[in-house]
């Protein structure tokens, strides 16, 4: 029976996932990490191994019967962080490194899921991709690097899931569509002319047009965006002065994060930034250097997929379980998979106020409940066996 090989699994998937949070890595910087999960991999029942990029994996599982390409994946990289829980005994061993969003999880889980499919090819139809990404933290993103190898171009579908410690253990997330946002971001260096404080009229006033530019950026989500559209602007670092309060700076610069739900929208809050800027600078005499970078594109749930994966996530855990998700506004590097392949990404919830696992990701004290984990292994069996006929 596939649950009791999934039951029995589920050990060894709290074991490794234990080992790489005590060893996490930043992105682009996963050696031991991939190291340790080609290991586990290679005492596996006949997986074959390849390394598509330097710090990532790729094991395929040919089934015995024909059927399609299913890939499945999870990503490995850790964050920038000092962890800060004294109640764990298996706590980050590399000082200001932390998984901190869940990643060692979702490698267990993934490693757990192939132990079960590889000691079950009799019941896989086609092939299984179980594809260990690097770097999902930072932009341009691992499932970008990964993509553009040509490994996966003909998956028939892609699925993934992230562990959500802001819904309660238990509940398993879905829905088609946006998923996530496109995760953009712009820095802009606006050049005036610095002068003394009480004689602004021989100045060009950088931080005042900062100022108009922060403020009316808003506008476009107000005024230029839809009520219904999905977008997000935020100004996060303004800097402007030299310490001294007698004098107009020469410079300000502004950093800011636009995230969207669609491509149309995307493009017009590029378009309208810019003009923002422009407008402002041009009022006041003002020149300017505006650095604009598309970032991660949306994850978009392919329709057909989704019900299919719904379906089967309904039958094994229960429709009481199995929740419509809203779309989150954060970014997430799976998009790269499914601007070009039919995908399906889900959240399995690890949120548990008893064990005090309440923090959100990318927190010093983030934690999950390690009984989610059975659950996220059930959802990658069977979702791919599901999805192979």
């Known amino acids: 029976m596939i649950d009791d090989a999934i039951k029995k699994v589920e050990p060894k998937v709290i074991e490794w996932r234990r080992a790489m949070h005590r060893h996490p890595e930043l992105s682009f910087e996963e050696y031991w990490t991939s190291e340790y999960i080609e290991t586990a991999l290679k005492g596996m029942n006949g997986i074959e191994i390849s390394r598509p990029t ?7 599982i040919k089934g015995d019967h024909p059927g399609r390409k299913v890939g499945l994946r999870g990503d490995i990289d850790a964050l920038p962080i000092q962890e800060d829980r004294d109640d ?9 490194v932390m998984h901190a969003c869940g990643h060692d999880s979702h490698a267990a889980m993934l490693l757990g899921a192939a132990q079960v499919l590889a000691d079950n090819k009799d019941k ?13 933290e930072l932009p341009p993103g691992g499932a970008q690097e990964m993509v553009a190898t040509g490994l996966f171009d003909d998956l028939d579908v892609v699925f993934a899931q992230h562990i959500m410690t802001s819904k309660p253990l238990g509940e398993i997330h879905i829905k088609s569509g946006a998923v996530t946002a496109n995760s953009d971001q712009f820095e802009v260096t606006i ?11 021989n100045s060009v006033d950088p931080l005042l047009i900062g100022s108009r530019i922060v403020t009316q950026l808003q506008d476009i989500v107000s005024r230029l965006a839809g009520p219904m559209d999905n977008l997000v602007i935020s100004v996060t670092n ?16 502004l950093s800011a994060s636009v995230r969207s739900a669609s491509a149309e929208i995307r493009a017009l809050a590029k378009e309208k930034i810019e003009a923002v800027i422009k407008a402002n600078c041009e009022i006041y005499g003002a020149t300017y250097d505006l650095n604009y970078e598309y970032g991660y594109a949306a994850v978009m749930n392919d329709e057909a997929e989704t019900a299919r994966v719904r379906q089967t996530l309904n039958e094994v855990f229960g429709d009481d379980r199995v929740i419509e998700q809203e779309m989150m506004m954060g970014g997430e590097d799976f998009g790269a998979f499914t601007e070009n392949l039919p995908g399906v990404y889900i959240l399995l919830g690890t949120y548990n106020e008893e064990k005090d696992y309440i923090y959100p990701h990318h927190h010093p004290k983030f934690a999950i409940d390690e009984d989610a984990f059975i659950d996220g292994v059930r959802a990658h069996v069977n979702v791919a066996l599901g999805l192979g006929q």
């Not at 330097?54 to 395929?60: A, R």
């Not at 764990?88 to 200001?96: R, Y």
Request: charged share 15%; net charge negative.
């Open 54 to 60: 330097e710090t990532s994996v790729l094991g395929i």
């Open 191 to 201: 050049n005036g002319q610095g002068g003394h404080a009480s004689q602004p009229e």
């Open 88 to 96: 764990l005994d298996f706590v980050s061993e590399i000082d200001g």
């Open 124 to 136: 896989i139809h086609g092939e299984i991709y179980l594809i260990f990404q690097h770097a999902e």
């Open 238 to 253: 303004f800097n402007a002065g030299t310490g001294a309060k007698n004098v107009i700076p020469h410079t300000a610069k």
